[in-house]
């Protein structure tokens, strides 16, 4: 296989991931369309040159039938994806269940599930049950593309099981995880029913990756109080094998955004958008809506701010923009409801009959019109609870070149240790001090706005996608030859 300038490719890499990046839409019996969807991992991998991706993961659909299984086969091979096909009641036990309903909240240090007031796990035998099937599945469609050679990338709380089924089906094979959420505490990881289990499966891989280095630390004390493995400045050993353990922070095409900001049409929407909040200062938030990014808190510290100066009432404008995700899961449609609340009050205690403090979004925009609203803003607000990285507040830096905007960034974000000299770091849950650090940056001088931001371009514009994605394959290589000295001698 050739690469675009025609030299050979070094190596092929297998990414699997519970989502492929593509979203399919059946158009008839043996027809399907397919979507991109361009997310931070597909443009990090894409920037990987020396390797020849493919991609191996859950196309979001349920296909019960053979000819609509072969025709989506067909049809994903172009794009080099495969497809993993997964029943309704294995989505909704493993990915609705276990994924989502208990390591999602539990990584973010949000407990475990309410049920009946308690917090228990009490259908967690069988979603747990249902993680590894599918787990084992993921495993079994890797194992039938395999090639000697080959790395094979798992990523996410998703397959955390993964590593332990491919060692399984062949020792020799080079496998890397790589987690995007935080890893939590080992107080918190302890609380998990199956937390040996999983801290088990994920050191049969070869190097376990995570976006800092604290994630890294909480995993290996994971393993030492848990398992009572042995820790090393590498990573954990058990009875003379080595689990490599690192933090690969995770970055943007930081030229994708830069490069767009020069379109045309990018430039128009820009204009149109200063024009329509002229005389305002902007401030920006871009999320998921999901528990984790503190929404309601932050449009909460808004209102506070309000509050107590009245001078800026008219002068500033809360841009919300929030996706809706996971909405057949009632703690979700109930967060909508309460930010709409929240956000219908204040606009009717602080609203004019021609303007509103908050324009608040319950949708995705394209990337065009992100990047834009990005360039216009005066201040970012990323109040996340708990969030791996959060690469909204890296976009939002690439984009403010000339602006020289400011971002208030929460300390809990993964993010708050790469871009934490040059944004004002908030605790999200404490209201008074996200109000106090939104007048900080309103009235900040131009030469300390220039001062922060220059240090936070420098680190996004060289701390790229592709960095981690290369960084952390060769790393992975360099582990599996190590090994192999290691038990040669
Ligand atoms: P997410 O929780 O999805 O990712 P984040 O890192 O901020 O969080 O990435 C979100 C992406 O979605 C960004 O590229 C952003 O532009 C886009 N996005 C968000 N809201 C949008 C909107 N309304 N319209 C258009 N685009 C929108 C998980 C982890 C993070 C970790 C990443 C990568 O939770 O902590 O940084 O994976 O590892």
């Known amino acids: 296989c050739e690469r675009q300038d025609g030299r050979p490719y070094r190596q092929r890499l297998l990414v699997v991931a519970n989502r492929l990046p593509v979203s399919a839409v059946r158009r008839g019996e043996d027809s399907w369309s397919l979507e991109i969807s361009a997310g931070g991992l597909v443009t990090a991998l894409l920037g990987v040159k020396d390797f020849e991706a493919r991609w191996i993961g859950w196309a979001g659909v349920n296909v019960p039938d053979e000819i609509g299984q072969t025709a989506l086969i067909k049809a994903l091979a172009d794009k080099r994806c495969i497809p993993v096909f997964l029943d309704e009641e294995i989505v909704h036990q493993y990915y609705n269940g ?72 062949n020792s020799k094979m080079k496998v890397g995880w790589f987690l995007h959420t935080p890893f939590p505490s080992s107080e918190i990881h302890r609380m998990l029913p199956s937390r040996s289990e999983l801290l088990r499966s994920v050191l049969a891989a070869d190097l376990a990756g995570f976006h800092t ?31 490599r353990v690192a933090a690969f922070p995770i970055g943007i095409d930081s030229d994708r955004f ?54 800026w009432r008219d002068k500033v404008v809360l841009l919300q923009i929030a996706v809706p995700t996971r909405t057949d899961v009632p703690e979700y449609q109930r967060l909508t409801s309460q930010v709409h609340e929240i956000v219908g009050r204040i606009n009717g205690r602080f609203g004019t009959l021609t303007a509103v403090p908050i324009h608040h979004l319950d949708r995705s925009l394209d990337f065009h019109a992100l990047c834009a609203l990005y360039a216009v803003t005066d201040v970012a607000l990323v109040t996340s609870l708990r969030d791996g990285m959060n690469l909204v507040s890296y976009e939002f830096v690439a984009c403010q070149d000339s602006k020289k905007g400011v971002l208030i960034l929460s300390e809990f974000a993964g993010a708050a240790q790469s871009l934490g000299a040059g944004a004002i770091l908030v605790n999200p849950w404490n209201i008074t001090e996200v109000a106090a650090s939104i007048g900080q940056a309103l009235n900040m001088s131009a030469n300390e706005r220039e001062k922060r931001h220059h240090h936070n371009f420098v680190h996004v514009t060289t701390h790229t996608a592709q960095e981690w994605a290369e960084t952390f394959v060769s790393e992975l290589n360099d582990t599996v030859v190590e090994a192999q000295l290691r038990t040669s001698k």
């Open 213 to 243: 280095y604290d994630y890294a630390r909480h995993f290996v004390s994971a393993c030492t109080r848990i398992l009572g493995l042995e820790g090393t400045p590498e990573g954990v050993e058990d009875q003379g094998r080595l689990t």
């Open 98 to 169: 276990y994924c989502n309903n208990i390591l999602w909240p539990l990584f973010h240090y949000l407990g475990l599930p309410q049920e009946d007031g308690l917090a228990t796990t009490r259908s967690f035998q069988s979603q747990f049950a249902a993680y590894k099937k599918a787990n084992q599945m993921f495993a079994d469609v890797v194992n039938k593309h395999y090639e000697e050679g080959d790395v094979v990338w798992c990523h996410d709380y998703h397959l955390m099981y993964l590593p332990q089924c491919l060692k399984e089906y």
């Open 258 to 311: 830069i490069r767009a900001l020069e379109l045309p049409q990018v430039q128009e929407h820009i204009n149109e958008l200063k024009e329509r909040f002229a005389g305002r200062k902007v401030m920006l938030g871009v999320d998921r809506l999901d528990m984790i990014k503190g929404i309601p808190q932050k449009i909460l510290a808004f209102e506070k701010f309000l509050e107590e100066n009245p001078n």
